[in-house]
């Protein structure tokens, strides 16, 4: 079992940034993929971008492509979301997620997740 905390949204400017964390317990994610979803109210849960722990190969959506990286630390356990140039658009709780070994773009597909951390970015 994998239990998973996010921490470091808040309210931002947009222009802004802010970095997000997702901390495991319970695994190792070495042999894990890692993602984030996010979920803007009245709207389905989406994919932003996944990781896979053991050669970090990534995966992003179009729509944060070259604004979003995500990252990972196998020592630490741990998962990053840094967010740039963030836009209004970009407001959502965002969920944290793992499933084992290979990248997915389907939340259905993912086995853990997180309780998430809400992103205000104002206008």
């Known amino acids: 079992q994998v239990q998973l905390v996010e921490s470091g949204g808040g309210l931002v400017q947009a222009g802004g940034s802010l970095r997000l964390s997702c901390a495991a317990s319970?695994?190792?994610?070495?042999?894990?993929?890692m993602g984030w979803f996010r979920q803007a109210p009245g709207k389905e849960r989406e994919f932003v971008a996944t990781?896979?722990?053991?050669?970090?190969?990534?995966l992003y959506a179009d729509s944060v492509k070259g604004r979003f990286t995500i990252s990972g630390d196998n020592a630490k356990n741990t998962i990053y979301l840094q967010m740039n140039n963030l836009k209004p658009e970009d407001t959502a709780v965002y969920y944290c997620?793992?499933?084992?070994?290979?990248?997915?773009?389907?939340?259905?597909?993912?086995?853990?997740w997180g309780q998430g951390t809400q992103v205000t970015v104002s206008s």
């Open positions: 997620a793992g499933r084992r070994y290979s990248v997915s773009v389907f939340l259905s597909e993912y086995n853990y």
């Open positions: 990781i896979r722990m053991r050669g970090g190969n990534t």
């Open positions: 319970g695994r190792t994610l070495s042999n894990y993929a």
